[in-house]
C-alpha cells in the first residue's frame, strides 16, 4: 500500500517513470435482509444480500441445512433454519455468513374462546388465527350432550373460506359452550371448548 515509482528503459537507454498508488480495497461485508417464515409448514420465508467491499466480481455460494445449494443475492421460498452464505471476491478473499430464520408466530394457530355469531359484522365466525396454513384440517363440534353440530375436513383456506358461524346446519345454536376437537395435519386433536355470544 502506498506510492511507487516504476521506471522503465529500454536497450537504447531511452527511459520514463511514472508513479503507481497500490490501494487496499475495502473489506468484504455482506447486508442481510431476511424475512422469515410465518409459521410451521410456511416455506414462505426469503433473503437477500447486498455485497459491498473486496474486488469485483464476487462469487456467491449458498448452503442450507439440507445442503440444497443456491447461488445469487436472493433466495426465497424459506422454512426456518440456518443459511450458511461464503461470498469470495476476484482476489480469492471470502466472507462467511450464518443467517438463522426463526418463524414469526411460534404457535400455529391460535383459537379463540368465543364468538358473537348475530350478524353485525363483527366476530360472526369462529375465526382460527394462521388457519390458513394448515394443509390437512379436521374440526368436530360437539353440543354439551354430545351431539355433533358442525363438521369440516378440508384445507385450512378451505376453512377460512366457509369458517363456522355458530349454526347447526341452517339453524342458529343457542349461547353456550360447545365443545371442540381441532386435528393439524394428522397431529394429536387440540380439544378445547368455544362459546357462541349473541
Not at 529500454?10 to 447486508?31: I, K, R, T, W, Y
Not at 442481510?32 to 456467491?60: C, F, K, M, Q, W
Request: overall charge negative; aromatic content about 12%.
Amino acid at each position: 500500500i502506498g506510492t511507487y515509482d516504476v521506471k522503465v528503459i529500454d536497450e537504447h537507454g531511452c527511459f520514463d517513470v511514472s508513479s503507481v498508488e497500490l490501494v487496499q480495497p475495502e473489506a468484504l461485508n455482506v447486508e442481510v435482509e431476511a424475512s422469515r417464515p410465518t409459521t410451521i409448514d410456511a416455506n414462505d420465508g426469503s433473503i437477500r444480500i447486498e455485497v459491498t467491499g473486496g474486488v469485483l466480481d464476487y462469487s456467491i455460494d449458498w448452503a442450507d441445512q439440507d445442503l440444497n445449494s443456491y447461488s445469487g443475492v436472493s433466495i426465497e421460498d424459506l422454512g426456518r433454519g440456518r443459511y450458511d452464505l461464503t461470498v469470495t471476491d476476484q482476489n480469492g478473499c471470502p466472507l462467511d455468513s450464518l443467517i438463522v430464520l426463526e418463524y414469526l408466530y411460534e404457535n400455529r394457530i391460535k383459537i379463540p374462546k368465543a364468538f358473537t355469531p348475530n350478524n353485525d359484522s363483527y366476530n360472526d365466525f369462529w375465526d382460527i388465527e394462521r388457519i390458513e396454513f394448515v394443509q390437512k384440517l379436521k374440526i368436530v363440534i360437539y353440543d354439551r350432550w354430545g351431539k355433533v353440530v358442525y363438521k369440516f375436513s378440508g384445507t385450512g383456506n378451505g376453512y377460512r373460506g366457509t369458517p363456522w358461524t355458530g349454526a347447526d346446519g341452517n339453524t342458529n345454536l343457542p349461547i353456550g359452550s360447545y365443545y371442540y376437537a381441532v386435528e393439524l395435519d394428522d397431529e394429536k386433536p387440540m380439544l378445547g371448548t368455544v362459546t357462541i355470544l349473541r
